[in-house]
């Protein structure tokens, strides 16, 4: 037990928590690219604070491992522990606390640094712009594509061209939160009412590294103010629409128009129906 202890390690990935793994489970992770030598972090009982995996000795080959000194995001990500701490730590006998809140200085360099996955424009374009921009482009080519290939073909084509942008748009979501800090998990969080608000909140405003920092720019301040005006403006509309349908049902001259259109329907089903059997 105390072998498995001394070789206990916890890593993040993602921005999640994990482990703990003897080191060897550790090296096999790295070698499956399981492991961002700059952002993902380590520790184990004995370490002052956590460290950038790249940082650890023997645990990437050093000719294939880029350069951690010169980058930003490692630079960012060495005070990480108040993100990403495991349980039952414990305080060194330095007499720091590793795993204190990070300070100022510190949350700006996790705001600078050089996030992997996508940022805001490039989700944006593809969540937002690029499906529409596809659909007008279909209407003009499918026409010209029916002409060529025929109708036949274009109507099985159609389907995989349709999927096209919705395919964009879940790789770009799912790299959003690899951006974001967030695990990619929070995709299936967008299927719960509510909690997709927020969610939805995230993608569409937030900055990169927002999970750690927790600080919005200017742009994401404008871009928050916009959502939630969009999502009370969609809420205001449905409200507006039940409440015009409920008065609407109540009104009996409307109801006597309706009976009436539903009553020529039937007469006009009646009188194209072929005549009964005898």
């Known amino acids: 037990m105390n072998e498995m202890t001394a070789d206990a390690w916890y890593f993040t990935r ?26 993902d972090m380590v520790w184990k009982t004995g370490m002052e604070a956590w460290k950038p995996s790249g940082e650890i000795d023997g645990l990437f080959e050093r000719s294939s491992m880029p350069a951690i000194a010169d980058s930003a995001p ?49 989700y944006l374009f593809m969540v937002v712009l690029f499906p529409m921009l596809w659909n007008v482009g279909m209407i ?14 274009v109507g099985f084509l159609a389907f995989g061209i349709v999927l096209v942008p919705l395919v964009a748009s879940i790789v770009f979501t799912l790299k959003r939160f690899t951006n974001l800090g967030m695990s990619r998990w929070w995709f299936f969080g967008q299927m719960v009412p509510f909690l997709n608000l927020w969610i939805g909140y995230r993608l569409f405003a937030c900055p990169a590294g927002y999970r750690y920092h927790k600080k919005l720019d200017g742009v994401g301040i404008a871009l928050a103010i916009v959502y939630w005006l969009m999502i009370l403006l969609v809420v205001a509309s449905f409200v507006a629409m039940i409440v015009l349908f409920a008065g609407m049902a109540g009104d009996p001259e409307l109801q006597e128009k309706l ?20």
């Open 14 to 39: 993602d921005g999640e928590r994990l482990g703990p793994v003897s080191f060897s489970e550790l090296r096999e992770k790295v070698s499956q690219g399981g492991l961002n030598p700059r952002l």
């Open 140 to 153: 003009f080519t499918m026409p010209m594509l029916a002409q060529t290939v025929g109708n036949e073909l």
């Open 74 to 122: 490692a630079a960012a990500a060495a005070p990480a522990a108040a993100a990403a701490q495991p349980a039952k730590a414990e305080v060194t006998q330095t007499g720091g606390d590793p795993y204190a809140p990070p300070g100022e200085d510190v949350m700006e360099q996790l705001r600078s640094a050089n996030w992997p996955g996508a940022r805001r424009r490039g």
């Open 259 to 278: 009976k009436q259109i539903v009553e020529n329907l039937q007469a006009q089903a009646g009188a194209g129906a072929p005549p009964p059997q005898q």
